[in-house]
């Protein structure tokens, strides 16, 4: 059973992830040509928002909208680097839930397998709908501006764009730029959010291995790999996405002032509608990684009372002190975090809220005087 087949898909579409099966040389080579162009249009466009906003920009209501579209490009040209350097890691993840002795092996795991599975799948689906929505709109509302020869986003470019044709060229480099940036963004974040499910799906197995030790001497040796494994997937997983975790925390929060600061001073509609579908993209990226964060740090730390529930006092002594060596192991739960300081849970993602209000609160008050 493949799994996250929706998260590689998105990004194997954004250029940062070839497919196993295109396995041949001339399938690679097409591959290798087609991510260069998806990333160097992604670039591209990134760095004519900061020439724009560094050389050109010159009035604080430019300078927000412009800022505000630059950060969420740098954080998607980040994320395409992190993706890219953990190409092997990434690998070597999957390869050990595939494997033995993370790898089900009964019906009841398969089940259990399927069920953490088909649950982030449900979530990707329902975020990709929320970030397609957002872009249509985007995409729509920026035609409005076609007929006035205005661009959707102010950018520094390398030739005079007044011609029909230099025009459309320029309109199309946004908007494949923008529409890169987000299903990055949504590929990426499900990824990481998807390993964070698949390990709470380990943490369960291996509740239901131990609950056979009774009946079945020999499970014992593997649930104490497997509970070894489980800390090692949790670990490469913190310490190989944790920049990229840091950086989308710390931006996105500064992202939602200026949502709300662009709310404030919108003076259509469309822009609202706009602003509120990206802030929701913002706000469910944040609440992914506090949730699925949380949801293992609470299953971790059941796995003390599911290992002192079972029937340990039958057991021989060697059995006895391996569950003990577990259970002194998981006294310490598996905690994701920011920057080696923030964890991931619902109290950071509500404190995360209140500080971005907080900020805009003393953002306007500055203003006014």
């Known amino acids: 059973m493949r799994i996250l087949k929706l998260s590689f898909l998105i990004l194997t579409i954004c250029g940062c992830w070839r497919p196993n099966s295109?396995?041949?040389?001339?399938?690679?080579v097409a591959y290798y040509v087609y991510a260069t162009i998806i990333i160097f249009l992604l670039n591209t466009f990134t760095l004519s928002l900061l020439i724009d906003i560094t050389l050109i920009t010159d009035n604080a209501d430019d300078f927000?909208?412009?800022?505000?579209?630059?950060?969420?490009m740098s954080?998607?040209?980040?994320?395409?680097?992190?993706?890219?350097?953990?190409?092997?890691?990434?690998?070597m993840l999957i390869d050990i839930l595939m494997k033995k002795p993370c790898k089900p092996s009964t019906s009841t795991e398969i089940n259990i397998l399927y069920k953490f599975d088909k649950s982030i799948e449900i979530n990707t689906w329902r975020f990709v709908c929320l970030g397609i929505i957002t872009i249509l709109w985007i995409v729509l509302s920026s035609l409005l501006n076609l007929r006035y020869g205005k661009l959707t986003y102010r950018a520094w470019l390398p030739f005079d764009y007044s011609s029909m044709l230099l025009f459309y060229l320029a309109y199309t480099h946004q908007m494949i730029g923008v529409t890169v940036s987000a299903f990055t963004s949504m590929g990426c974040d499900t990824l990481i959010c998807g390993l964070l499910v698949h390990i709470c799906c380990q943490i369960?197995?291996?509740?239901?291995?131990?609950?056979r030790i009774i009946s079945h001497s020999n499970v014992l040796r593997d649930c104490v790999r497997h509970h070894y494994d489980i800390f090692r997937l949790a670990f490469i997983v913190n310490e190989k996405f944790r920049l990229a975790i840091t950086?989308?925390?710390?931006?996105?929060?500064?992202?939602?002032?200026?949502?709300?600061?662009?709310?404030r001073i919108?003076?259509?509609?469309?822009?609202h509608i706009e602003i509120i579908l990206y802030m929701a993209c913002l706000?469910?990226?944040?609440?992914?990684?506090?949730?699925?964060?949380?949801?293992?740090?609470?299953?971790?730390?059941?796995?003390?009372?599911h290992i002192?529930?079972?029937?340990?006092?039958?057991?021989?002594?060697?059995?006895?002190?391996s569950l003990m060596i577990m259970m002194r192991r998981t006294t310490l739960p598996i905690q994701i975090t920011c920057a080696h300081i923030v964890p991931l849970n619902l109290e950071t993602f509500m404190g995360i809220l209140k500080m971005s209000y907080s900020t805009y609160n003393l953002l306007i008050q500055n203003m006014q005087v």
């Open 75 to 91: 954080i998607s040209c980040f994320k395409v680097f992190t993706l890219l350097l953990n190409y092997k890691n990434i690998i």
């Open 64 to 72: 927000c909208d412009s800022f505000f579209v630059l950060i969420d």
């Open 22 to 28: 295109w396995s041949s040389l001339h399938k690679r």
């Open 308 to 321: 002192f529930e079972m029937e340990w006092l039958t057991l021989d002594k060697n059995r006895k002190k």
């Open 283 to 305: 706000l469910i990226q944040y609440f992914f990684y506090c949730w699925y964060g949380n949801e293992l740090k609470i299953k971790s730390q059941q796995m003390i009372d």
């Open 204 to 211: 369960e197995i291996l509740t239901y291995r131990l609950r």
């Open 247 to 263: 950086i989308q925390f710390t931006l996105t929060t500064l992202m939602i002032c200026f949502c709300l600061y662009e709310i």
């Open 266 to 271: 919108a003076t259509t509609k469309v822009k």
